[in-house]
């Protein structure tokens, strides 16, 4: 089991940033792949970028790429979303996964996932 926590959430005006963090527990060591995913309101979830756990290669949506940073901290156990140059359409909760196999833009190869953290971006 992996247990996910997010935290870094809040409101910002367009334009500012934020850093969501996601700290993981239990069986991490067996993680290959840590993403984050953001679901609006009424609308589906969808992929915003991801990082192979041992390769450190990352990958992310085209709708932020550019502006959004995905990273970790080991020592930590830690993922990190750094999200720039925020717009109101990326308001939605945004939650972090983990898999144990290589994975990209689909959420299925993910098992595990946390609460989630609510980003509301304001014009």
């Known amino acids: 089991q992996v247990q996910l926590v997010e935290s870094g959430g809040g409101l910002v005006q367009a334009g500012g940033s934020l850093r969501l963090s996601c700290l993981a527990s239990g069986r991490t060591s067996s993680v290959s792949t840590m993403g984050w995913f953001r679901q609006a309101p009424g609308q589906e979830r969808e992929f915003v970028a991801r990082?192979?756990?041992?390769?450190?290669?990352?990958y992310y949506a085209d709708s932020v790429k550019g502006r959004f940073t995905i990273s970790r901290d080991n020592a930590k156990n830690t993922v990190y979303l750094q999200m720039d140059s925020l717009k109101p359409e990326d308001t939605a909760v945004y939650s972090c996964?983990?898999?144990?196999?290589?994975?990209?833009?689909?959420?299925?190869?993910?098992?595990?996932w946390g609460q989630g953290t609510q980003v509301i971006v304001s014009s």
């Open positions: 990082f192979l756990w041992n390769a450190g290669t990352t």
């Open positions: 996964a983990a898999s144990m196999t290589v994975a990209y833009a689909s959420a299925s190869p993910y098992t595990f």
